[in-house]
């Protein structure tokens, strides 16, 4: 695992957590602190240059428990399309949905140069 956050005043506000790196795929994890409204392009963009440019993968993936609105709300709106649902698969016995993005669908990053 492979992670980078960013701080306010000292303090770990937001993370993105990388595991599971398969060569074409990685696994995408995200937190943030409590109350913290995060709109900063730049962390996006970092976020998503560690598994796109530096390790070339093709896609990102995230799972998401279908009873986390917020979670769902978030990778839908960073650009993640639902891919998969996994019946039962939650800790809650719910459902969960795996979330992919491809490279050339992130508006985060530069595309690629020819």
Not at 8 to 14: A, F, H, N, S
Not at 64 to 87: C, D, M, Q, S, T
Request: glycine letters at 8%.
């Amino acid at each position: 695992m492979k992670g980078i956050g960013l701080e306010r005043d000292g303090e770990l506000i937001v993370v993105a957590v990388y595991e599971g790196w398969s060569g074409s795929n990685i696994w995408m994890h995200t937190a943030k602190a409590p109350g913290v409204t995060l709109t900063s392009r730049a962390f996006y963009a970092a976020s998503f240059d560690y598994p796109f440019n530096q390790l070339k993968v093709k896609r990102a993936s995230a799972y998401v428990e279908e009873v986390n609105v917020a979670a769902n709300r978030i990778a839908r709106h960073l650009g993640f399309k639902p891919e998969a649902r996994l019946a039962c698969a939650g800790r809650s016995g719910g459902d969960v949905i795996i979330y992919r993005m491809w490279r050339d669908e992130c508006r985060f990053i530069l595309p690629r140069s020819a």
